[in-house]
Each structure stands twice: as structure tokens, then as C-alpha cells.
């Protein structure tokens, strides 16, 4: 009896351990590529759509109520929402956005803003549907999805923020380089330099996100204007993004749910997506 405990035992161990390396795998997807379907750089659903000043690139899956996904910044592309995309398109319209700068998008002329990614999403939604949507962000996506929230009401019915807590100036001073960023996942950006149009602009890109979030606010201001219910998620060992700010955000939105995760850090969706998912589905389904 005990001899067969011990099996069962670690037979899960194993399980657990090759299902954070396929995590892992996914979040980031390197050359050994897990996903059957290349999100992000997909030629049978890829689109493109023209903003005032960049070529933005999205990817439509599935049928039904239209969902917006906006991942995260520098390190984030539309692949680290796989798990998110598989299950989704079962039952939505999944618009999966690829942010200025990021994968196939363009970075533009203009310096990067909330505001600007906020319309570069909703140009995006006009191209592929009028109806209004749900938004699930993550991080810099996460950002911008309480903005376009803010500044698009009638469009966006509900929206699932992932580890994007309260800012403001002097809260978190960014000094990452290009440099740096290769150096910690050199593969990660081999492949992302082959995707963006306009490699050459990396270090452009890394200095335009330090100067965005060296001087940008979201607080009560912004947020208490959001009128949609908003689902607020986070890792309750996100070093980023503490908890206690991102439970202060969601305080000041007027229709709020919280959920934190727990022994999950920044990405808590990728670190444990059936977790995540077991809060998300019955905020989708209410």
C-alpha cells in the first residue's frame, strides 16, 4: 500500500514538473516549439491594420463573443497567451494583438502612450467586429486595457487585468536595456528579431517603454472611471507588481472582482493556467 502511494506520488511530481517546463515552454517559445499553432506569427489568421502611424498585426480564432487579448510588454508576444487562445476559441471570437513594436507589429513615429495603445486596440476591433468586447490583458497589456476601458465605455463590456497593480512616478524606475534583455533569454529574442519589421529599433523600443512607464499614472483618476466589471488578477509573489497594488487598483474601479493566485509570480497564468482559468471562466460566463 505504501509502496504503491509513494508511485502515485511521484508520478505526480513528474506530472507537476513537466507541466511548468511546457509552461515555461510556451510563456516564451523558443526553437523547440511546443504550440502546434504559431501565435504570433500565424500566415493563415494573421492581419494587419493601419493606425495613424504603424502597421499593427492581429490574429483572429474561433467564433462568438469577441474576446481582446493584449499581452505583455518587452519580453510578452501574443504566445504567452496559448493556453488562454486553445481554450477561448472553443467558444469565442479570440482577436489576439500584437503590440506596436512587439512581433509583426510596427514601433511607429510616435513616442509610445497609453492612449496610443488604447486606440491601436480599438482600430483593431473596428477592423474585425462593431459589437462590443471583452479585453484580457496582461502586464503592459494589462495597462493599456484599463485605459482603453476608460476611454471606450460603450465598447468594451468586461475586461480581465493580469498583474498590473496602481503606478506612478517613482513607484518603479525602469533602466532595462536591449542588452540585458538578450542576455537573460537569448533565444526568445532570436526569434522576435526574425518577426518585427524593424529589428534595428530594439534598443528604440526598450528606451520609448522606460520613458512611458518612468512617467506614467494610473491610480483613482483613471481608474474609477472604468464603468465595465473588471476581473483583477495577480501572483501573490509578483515582484513587479506587488500585491497590494494591484489590490488598490482594483479597489478603485467601481465594478471589481480580485483573485490572487497563490505560489504564482508576475505571469501567474503560465505559471499555473488552471488556476487562472478556474476564476476567469465564471467572470466570463456571469
Not at 25 to 42: D, E, M, T
Request: glycine share 8%; hydrophobic share 40%.
Amino acid at each position: 500500500m505504501i509502496s504503491r502511494f509513494i508511485t502515485i506520488l511521484f508520478i505526480l511530481i513528474i506530472s507537476i514538473e513537466m507541466n511548468a517546463q511546457q509552461n515555461l515552454i510556451r510563456a516564451f517559445q523558443p526553437p523547440n516549439v511546443v504550440n502546434k499553432i504559431p501565435y504570433g506569427n500565424n500566415p493563415q489568421t494573421g492581419r494587419y491594420v493601419q493606425t495613424k502611424d504603424a502597421k499593427i498585426y492581429y490574429e483572429v480564432y474561433g467564433k462568438g463573443q469577441p474576446i481582446v487579448l493584449l499581452h505583455g510588454g518587452l519580453f510578452g508576444s501574443t504566445v504567452e497567451f496559448a493556453d488562454f487562445i486553445d481554450q477561448l476559441k472553443q467558444n469565442y471570437q479570440v482577436i489576439a494583438i500584437s503590440t506596436r513594436g512587439h512581433g509583426k507589429s510596427e514601433l511607429g513615429k510616435e513616442p509610445l502612450t497609453l492612449e496610443q495603445r488604447a486606440n491601436d486596440a480599438m482600430t483593431v476591433i473596428n477592423a474585425v467586429t462593431k459589437d462590443s468586447v471583452i479585453v484580457l490583458g496582461f502586464s503592459d497589456g494589462g495597462y493599456s486595457a484599463y485605459r482603453l476601458g476608460a476611454m471606450y465605455p460603450e465598447r468594451v463590456k468586461k475586461m480581465i487585468v493580469i498583474g498590473a497593480g496602481e503606478i506612478r512616478p517613482g513607484f518603479r524606475e525602469f533602466k532595462f536595456t536591449a542588452k540585458q534583455a538578450m542576455e537573460m533569454d537569448k533565444p526568445f529574442w532570436e526569434q522576435q528579431l526574425k518577426l518585427m519589421p524593424e529589428p534595428n529599433r530594439v534598443e528604440d523600443l526598450f528606451t520609448q517603454v522606460a520613458n512611458c512607464y518612468n512617467n506614467v499614472t494610473v491610480s483613482q483618476s483613471l481608474l474609477s472611471t472604468i464603468k465595465c466589471p473588471v476581473l483583477v488578477m495577480a501572483g501573490d509573489k509578483d515582484d513587479g507588481n506587488p500585491v497590494e497594488r494591484v489590490v488598490s487598483a482594483a479597489r478603485f474601479i467601481p465594478n471589481h472582482q480580485i483573485s490572487i493566485i497563490p505560489n504564482t509570480g508576475h505571469g501567474c497564468h503560465n505559471d499555473n493556467f488552471p488556476a487562472a482559468w478556474a476564476s476567469i471562466e465564471p467572470f466570463l460566463k456571469k
